[in-house]
């Protein structure tokens, strides 16, 4: 029989925010011992899982599918994969205001834990969407939700509450009429939360370990839906001494309506920045130092860490994303334009070497599995290509989920999570 344990959470040891329910059924499956596919896109937020391997492709889904669990409430979050769990977010209630992550074993898809929360903050938001709206993240020891309401929750990989911040309630004003979308990004050990409005707009660094913050930047108060994506600056084995000394390992590239910036995750100040604004719903991709920014088109830059610089390479209008984040691989852009066209670029100067038509309309990001990418629209249709040995895509097969796709799949070494309005599937890579 499932225990419930009430938790009062607290902001900051002194203030009382709000009341989560843990619901314990059993203990934690774990299918193995390695991170996974840890924020949106990934776990370098970028949409690529082990490129160029050989791994079998979904084709047959009558036979690939391993499980299918059923979800409380609609959300475009995307699931997360961490420790062999899958772990993902819901909105239920007249108003979405009861918030709920949910942990399901990778393996066999039976429910770990749920934890239910009420939210704080506005859940104004437009209904084709959700208030779970924004990917959770987890470094593999902590797992982190933020909602539309601007609530965020840290608990562990058991599902036990660290701590909440109702940012919403910190800040009143954080909030506009469609709901908010973006993702936070773990970097060591600081949370990296981007919420950005018309009437209020700030990035805050929040300690992983405690909630407290660490610093935060007021922003221009604009609305913004993209996600904070990591970029690695040097390694031990690269750059000059002076560029490990005094930058940190990997920034932060954060994107506005007036410039594109990398931030150090430590203290928030501005390393580089590109002076030109960006789309406010796709995300940047990055592969190497290669950085394909997407803002009417691709921008493509190239980072440099003496002096810090985003160097520009070329633009090309011809590559408009809309609501869906480009892919970098092998020297390739790949993304989904408006309507429906998978395009293959050449990533050293723009051009277009490739277009397939599709179907559909799209809101969830293209993934690459080994030498594979999948699109996943709207209605439900799942394309599915296949890279040759240039990267150009071929299309080797489609097959149909259920309508209600608003988020990008999710990836491990067994296989595919795809997230509907009412469902969370498992596609395994060899048929079970």
Not at 42 to 70: M, S
Not at 160 to 174: F, Q, T
Not at 223 to 243: C, F, I, K, Y
Request: proline share 6%; with cysteine.
């Amino acid at each position: 029989m499932a225990r419930k344990l009430l938790f009062l959470v607290v902001l900051a040891g002194t203030l009382p925010t709000s009341v989560i329910w843990r619901d314990s059924a059993q203990a934690v499956e774990t299918a193995s011992g390695s991170v996974g596919w840890t924020h949106f896109r990934g776990g370098e937020a970028c949409g690529v899982f082990r490129g160029g391997e050989d791994i079998p492709p979904v084709l047959a889904p009558d036979k690939q599918l391993v499980w299918k669990a059923g979800l409380l409430g609609q959300g475009p979050s995307s699931p997360i994969v961490v420790n062999g769990q899958v772990v993902v977010t819901a909105a239920t209630g007249y108003r979405q205001d009861e918030l709920h992550i949910l942990s399901f074993a990778a393996e066999s898809g039976r429910k770990n834990w749920h934890v239910r929360i009420f939210a704080t903050g506005s859940t104004v938001c437009n209904p084709f969407g959700g208030v779970a709206a924004s990917t959770p993240a987890s470094d593999g020891r902590f797992i982190v939700a933020l909602f539309s309401s601007n609530d965020l929750v840290c608990l562990d990989c058991q599902g036990r509450p660290r701590w909440m911040r109702p940012l919403g309630w910190e800040r009143p004003l954080l909030r506009n009429d469609v709901g908010m979308a973006s993702s936070p990004l773990i970097v060591g050990d600081v949370v990296v939360v981007q919420a950005e409005s018309l009437a209020d707009a700030v990035i805050f660094g929040i300690d992983l370990k405690n909630g407290r913050t660490l610093w935060q930047k007021d922003r221009t108060k604009e609305a913004m839906w993209s996600s904070p994506v990591p970029l690695r600056l040097h390694s031990n084995q690269e750059g000059t001494t002076d560029a490990r000394d005094v930058l940190p390992p990997v920034g932060v590239l954060v994107q506005s309506r007036e410039d594109f910036e990398v931030l150090d995750p430590r203290t928030g100040t501005t390393i580089a920045s590109y002076g030109h604004w960006c789309d406010t719903i796709s995300s940047a991709a990055v592969w190497g130092r290669l950085v394909v920014l997407p803002a009417a088109g691709i921008h493509a830059l190239e980072w440099a860490s003496q002096p810090p610089t985003l160097r520009l390479l070329w633009i090309s209008d011809r590559l408009n994303c809309g609501n869906t984040s480009p892919v970098v691989w092998n020297n390739r852009v790949y993304l989904v334009k408006s309507p429906n066209i998978l395009v293959c670029a050449d990533a050293v100067d723009g051009r277009i070497l490739r277009q397939i038509r599709m179907r559909g309309s799209y809101w969830a990001s293209p993934v690459i599995v080994g030498r594979h990418l999948y699109a996943v629209n709207y209605e439900g249709t799942v394309f599915v290509f296949r890279l040759d040995e240039d990267g150009l895509p071929e299309r080797v097969g489609e097959w149909d989920l259920e309508s209600g796709v608003l988020a990008s799949p999710a990836v491990d070494g067994t296989g595919l999570y795809f997230r509907t309005h009412r469902w969370l599937y498992k596609f395994a890579f060899t048929p079970p």
